[in-house]
């Protein structure tokens, strides 16, 4: 019987907000944390965990009993978080000089860690690891969660499940400890063994994960062009693609006037046979997709978000949904960080450039994008800085055979189509010839 080991990471922290860490710390859980932990709860509901082990962190403690989770317990010295401040020693001058941004390497402290002792850590952890016996609940306060992932030496993955609820996850992962084969695996995605797989057979891999493209349009935009391609963006082929605009972020002079322009566009949007070419909004994939995008929808609404418009399944035969137009979704949200597969667009209004670039990059994904202004210097310099794999400045985020497609963060990695595609699975090769002599 396999061993099934559960590695919860905590919620949200002040450092996790930042990404700044200068040393042990107790940080406490924030408020949005305090909620993710006990979201984590139903996820090992019914589940009996014969060991608790826990760092001695206390809000890893305390978002092992967030959870809920029964009996005592036990404190893993080996999950300690470890002190960034003296990080490869020597190396921290060079590195401030390179990234002045990082805190993390500020006033080195004598207590930090080398590399090479934290990766110790990690294989005293899977040592004991080894010896336990039914279910193990591991509550990490978050960083040693990689490193435990990169050292899973010895320890064959027999299946792996993977939640995400914003800075807290939990992967539910099952080996057999006697099996003579290796496998190293990573903890970021469900699909992460069979491309774990194609590293030990040194294959080379690309991964297309979803997106929630930002549309971002600047005080200066085309509105009457904007808002066509607005509409376009998200409903062509009815929000069913991973590069569809889903975050329309609008600077606050031209808000107002976008959002009613966007939303009578929506009314005007007629269901109907997808083979009809009077219909203008198609349905859902399967039927299961559409009840999936309406409870999404319903627990945005319950989290704090608006409906402006829609929300609800259609009447009439078919997986119809009503476009739907959400505001009001804050950070906390679980709306924030997903992915809605279908007609449901998020409506935020920011104060200025600066902000729509600084909300268009606050998400887990990183597929693609598009500014919309009359400036075409400006939106070429604001899709720049915008991280994503493609960025499109006054048009949509497309796939094209032309085009290399491909994005980053949870987006995946690796290119298709194009001639970045062409590369990406080609064998580049060097033949040189000549007939010079060899050196005397």
């Known amino acids: 019987m396999p061993l099934h080991l559960y590695l919860i990471r905590h919620g949200e922290t002040a450092w996790a907000l930042n990404a700044r860490h200068t040393g042990i710390s107790e940080i406490p859980l924030t408020e949005n944390g305090v909620d993710q932990a006990l979201e984590l709860g139903p996820h090992l509901a019914g589940i009996s965990f014969a060991h608790i082990l826990t760092s001695p962190r206390e809000r890893a403690r305390h978002t092992c009993k967030l959870a809920g989770l029964e009996g005592i317990p036990e404190i893993e010295s080996d999950l300690a978080e470890w002190n960034y401040g003296d990080y490869e020693g020597e190396r921290s001058a060079e590195i401030r000089k390179d990234r002045p941004d990082w805190d993390v390497f500020r006033d080195g402290c004598p207590q930090g860690e080398m590399p090479g002792q934290i990766l110790a850590r990690a294989d005293r952890l ?3 690891l080894r ?3 039914g279910n193990v609940a591991l509550f990490s306060h978050g960083q040693f969660g990689g490193i435990l992932g990169a050292r899973w030496i010895g320890l064959p993955l027999a299946d792996a499940r993977h939640f995400s609820l914003g800075t807290a996850s939990i992967s539910i992962l099952g080996y057999d400890p006697d099996h003579p084969e290796v496998s190293v695996i990573s903890l970021w995605n469900f699909i992460s063994h069979p491309i774990s797989r194609a590293g030990q057979n040194l294959k ?4 297309e994960l979803g997106g929630s493209d930002a549309f971002i349009v ?3 935009a085309d509105l009457a062009h904007t808002v066509k391609w607005a509409v376009w963006g998200l409903m ?10 889903k975050r329309f972020i609008v600077v606050e002079e031209l808000a107002d006037e976008f959002l009613e322009k966007f939303t009578a566009a929506f009314v005007e949007l007629r269901p109907g046979d997808p083979m009809d070419e009077k219909t203008t909004l198609g349905p859902l994939s399967t039927e299961s997709a559409l009840i999936a995008l309406i409870k999404q929808v319903d627990e945005a609404v319950d989290q704090g978000a608006k409906v402006l418009l829609g929300g609800k399944r259609i009447d009439r035969p078919g997986a119809f949904m009503e476009p739907t137009i959400l505001t009001d979704v804050e950070s906390g949200n679980p ?5 809605f597969f279908g007609p449901v667009a998020m409506f935020f209004r920011v104060k200025d450039e600066e902000a729509a670039i600084a909300l268009g990059n606050d998400s887990d994904y990183g597929l693609g994008g598009s500014v919309f202004t009359k400036d075409i210097d400006r939106g070429k310099r604001v899709a720049s800085r915008i991280e ?4 499109f400045v006054n048009n949509i985020s497309w796939s094209d055979a032309e085009l290399p497609f491909g994005g980053i963060k949870n987006s995946g990695y690796g290119r298709e189509l194009g ?4 590369q990406q699975f080609v064998n580049k090769k060097l033949v040189r010839t000549g007939s010079f002599d060899a050196p005397a």
């Open 388 to 391: 994503t794999g493609m960025m």
């Open 204 to 207: 080379v891999s690309s991964m």
């Open 131 to 133: 010896l336990l016996d």
């Open 335 to 339: 709306a924030f960080r997903d992915e």
């Open 419 to 422: 001639d970045m595609g062409i």
């Open 218 to 220: 600047l005080e200066d």
């Open 126 to 128: 899977i040592a004991r």
């Open 236 to 245: 062509y082929n009815t929000g069913q693609t991973c590069c569809a605009a």
